[in-house]
């Protein structure tokens, strides 16, 4: 359910909602509506409320897979972000990982399959796995965010549960080859012609950068901007705009790299469409090392929605006979 309340600002830092307060809304498909339309009763005079823009900081699935945006495309409102098909392709890993090696981009070597293949055949699966990839390797939902139902696997036994667990979570598993390297990430800025940050690293606390790690413990830390040369910092900054533009990105994306211990080599991981937005999340630390403020980006990436949204309202939607002059 979708609520709002008078007091919401002020009851947001406590992460609480005055049942007594809110109201139930929606945004209804409808371009003459462009806003939050009432469900119940209570109070009327916060129905039909209109939208100059929404920043849909929402994780995981319907949050960043196209969902929320493309009803926020239907109802005409602009919002921050990436739009229908770039957020869809961000959130599968399948499709993304298609993108960037069609782009020129190394990848790290994967396999994927749908869970339908895995319960009709649980030893071709893995077989297979060992056999392309070896071991250790991570088992990844194709569909989903924040670490959730990732594990590492180091046999096939490992590998049997890591997948079930998987396949908890979505139709498609992707498996991919262990990278033993640094984690580092680079924030993504614009539209037409985006700018990317310093590159920032992850120093993790646990085996990888789990779920555990990100929301629960926090055993990790950061180190912004990384330790790199200038040349591994351009080759960096290049590709993270190379993926960008390779999923049709808009406004903003954070994209994550391994930097191998061994060689230097860059090898993409995956990009995040809507990363974190607090204060002291990595993508607006990435940007306050390259130059521009928590409250400057705010304000940019709302006239970047605003720019996007004008512009797409140039399309025709249906048949027109094209006028000569």
């Known amino acids: ?34 806003g939050l339309t009432q469900l119940d ?10 939208l100059d823009a929404v920043f849909p900081v929402l994780h995981g699935t319907y949050g960043e897979d196209g ?31 298609q993108l960037f090696a069609h782009a020129g981009l190394t990848i790290i070597e994967y396999e994927w399959f749908l869970r339908s293949s895995w319960e009709e055949d649980h030893a071709a699966v893995i077989k297979r796995i060992a056999r392309v990839l070896g071991f250790p390797v991570f088992v990844k939902p194709a569909n989903l965010g924040s670490s959730v139902g990732i594990s590492k ?3 096939k036994t490992e590998l049997r549960d890591a997948i079930d667990d ?8 992707v498996v991919e080859r262990a990278i033993n390297g640094r984690e580092i990430e680079v924030s993504v800025l614009g539209n037409e012609h985006p700018m990317a940050s310093l590159p920032g690293e992850i120093i993790t606390g646990h085996e990888f950068y789990d779920y555990e790690d990100k929301y629960v413990d926090s055993a990790s830390r950061t180190e912004v901007p990384a330790k790199l040369s200038q040349k591994i910092t351009a080759r960096l900054q290049r590709d993270a705009l190379t993926a960008f533009q390779a999923i049709d990105g808009a406004g903003l994306a954070r994209v994550d790299f391994f930097v191998e211990h061994k060689t230097n080599r860059v ?19 990435l940007w306050e090392a390259s130059g521009i403020s928590y409250s400057e980006l705010i304000d940019r990436l709302i006239q970047l929605a605003i720019e996007r949204h004008s512009d797409k309202s140039r399309n025709l939607t249906s048949y027109q006979p094209r006028t000569t002059g």
């Open 67 to 97: 969902t929320i945006q493309g009803l926020l495309e239907m109802a005409g409102v602009p919002y921050v972000g990436c739009g229908v098909l770039a957020s869809a392709t961000g959130m599968d890993k399948v499709t993304m990982k």
């Open 1 to 34: 359910r979708w609520l709002m309340s008078r007091d919401a600002a002020a009851m947001l830092p406590q992460a609480v909602m005055d049942s007594k307060s809110h109201r139930q809304v929606a945004i209804i498909g409808d371009p003459t509506k462009k």
């Open 267 to 285: 090898i993409i991981n995956e990009i995040n469409t809507m990363p974190g937005f607090t204060s002291i999340s990595m993508y607006p630390k």
């Open 41 to 50: 009763n209570k109070d009327r005079s916060l129905a039909n409320q209109q």
């Open 166 to 173: 998987a396949a908890r979570y979505d139709r498609k598993v």
């Open 153 to 155: 696997a180091a046999n």
